[in-house]
């Protein structure tokens, strides 16, 4: 059975740091690309950062960049968002996905919120 679980979210006043895990189980991690997604009420979701198989590879899309960082622990079958400097305009519900080409071998975690406020 296929699982990803996301975890450390909560709440933070501004300029905090957080940094947010997902556990995946059930479908060949070492060899998935992985990345994080994040929906601000209201908005569609959007990606945020992504890993490749190679942990070198990495991307960082819009306000992600230069504050965030993402990583992964293969034996430990977990990837790692580390958001710094936290903007209330990055309160959203955080979500992981392991990317696939073929569609139907996309993943997506349950989401865990982040609120960033005084």
């Known amino acids: 059975q296929v699982q990803l679980v996301e975890s450390g979210g909560g709440l933070v006043p501004p300029g905090s740091s957080l940094t947010l895990s997902c556990v995946g189980s059930g479908f060949s991690f070492n060899s998935s690309t992985m990345a994080w997604y994040r929906q601000i009420s209201g908005k569609e979701r959007e990606l945020v950062a992504f890993?490749?198989?190679?942990?070198?590879?990495?991307n960082y899309y819009g306000s992600a960049k230069g504050r965030f960082h993402i990583s992964r622990d293969n034996p430990k079958k977990t990837v790692y968002l580390q958001m710094n400097s936290l903007k209330p305009e990055d309160t959203a519900v955080y979500y992981c996905?392991?990317?696939?080409?073929?569609?139907?071998?996309?993943?997506w975690g349950q989401g865990t919120q982040v609120t960033v406020s005084s």
């Open positions: 890993i490749g198989s190679d942990p070198d590879f990495t």
């Open positions: 996905k392991r990317h696939h080409s073929d569609p139907s071998l996309q993943y």
